[in-house]
């Protein structure tokens, strides 16, 4: 993210008919805080920026959200299914790795070099004996950064809501997105 300037906070949050008090409000911080750091009398934390400026794209309806992008519809295993199974789902699907989901609930995730690497026996093999660890939970209004940023760690993140699996999303779904 460039950081704005305090001119470039003033005349954003002008230019959107925002007062400091509403913008404050929505961005979680006080209002003298937004009027010193439009002043230029105070650096604010990168993280206190980031709400300000989240603030202002949610004004202005950029912000995308994890809800927007993500596939409803989770294909998955279960740990107990067959590691067969899951390689003929997988190849049906054409996905190179799927979510292990119990009673709705992310456990783990199964890819092909999960299987390969469990080597030519393992067909029969529960899931569970196969399996990495699950991808990592976002709650559907998580940002594309905080997504973005998860996935250069892994393959795909999945979107909780109370813990149960209510979609999930890969670097192809956000590389649409931004294309």
Known sequence: MELPTPQDLRERRTSLD??????????????????????????????TLRRIVEALDEVEGDVVRARDIMHESVISVAPDDSVRHAVDLMEEEAYSQLPVIQNGTPVGSISFSDVNQAGEDAADLPVSEVMSESFPPVSPGATVDEIRNLLEHYKAVVVTDGGDAVGIITEADLAAQLS
């Open 18 to 47: 925002l007062t400091q008090s509403a913008l404050a409000e929505r961005a979680d911080v006080s209002q003298p805080l937004i009027a010193r750091i439009e002043g230029g009398d105070v650096d604010p934390r990168l993280s």
